[in-house]
């Protein structure tokens, strides 16, 4: 991670996550937490009716990040994204503490200043990584 870059980042922070790989053919480009079912999928927009498509950026403990989705204030059986490293899916859990080990993040800078995100639990799962 450069230090530097994610330093200055405040947590916790709202975040909005897009997937660049599409910005040449736009569609369905932000990450959207869904409260009804605990799944993660993309939305094309950040408006209505997708409201999962705002995180917050939160530092845990041990100094990995977690992103919690704000849609689920009123849902706390679904928060935070979470990694399955089994399968390569992703969902939502209820917390970042065991068995939601794909709950940990590491923040790394590219080199045009946007982001990627490394799931830690991909650690010991070499296929599945960001």
């Known amino acids: ?5 994610a330093a200055s980042i405040q947590c ?25 079912d605990g799944s993660v999928g993309l939305a094309p927009h950040t408006e209505e009716p997708y409201t999962g498509t705002r995180w917050q950026l ?8 977690s992103l919690k989705c704000l849609a689920g204030i009123n849902h706390p059986d679904y928060l935070y994204l979470d990694a399955r490293m ?7 859990a209820y917390t970042t503490e065991a068995p ?8 790394e800078t590219l080199g045009d200043g946007s982001y ?3 799931c830690l639990a991909g650690i010991n799962h070499p296929d599945y990584l960001y």
């Open 100 to 107: 939601n080990t794909g709950t940990h993040w590491q923040l």
């Open 12 to 36: 916790p922070a709202t975040v909005v996550l897009k997937c660049l790989a599409g910005t040449d053919n736009p569609g369905h480009l932000y990450l959207d937490g869904r409260m009804g």
């Open 58 to 65: 939160e530092t845990l403990s041990d100094g990995s990040y």
């Open 116 to 118: 990627s995100l490394m």
């Open 86 to 92: 089994s399968d390569g899916s992703v969902g939502l």
């Open 1 to 5: 991670m450069n230090e530097a870059r």
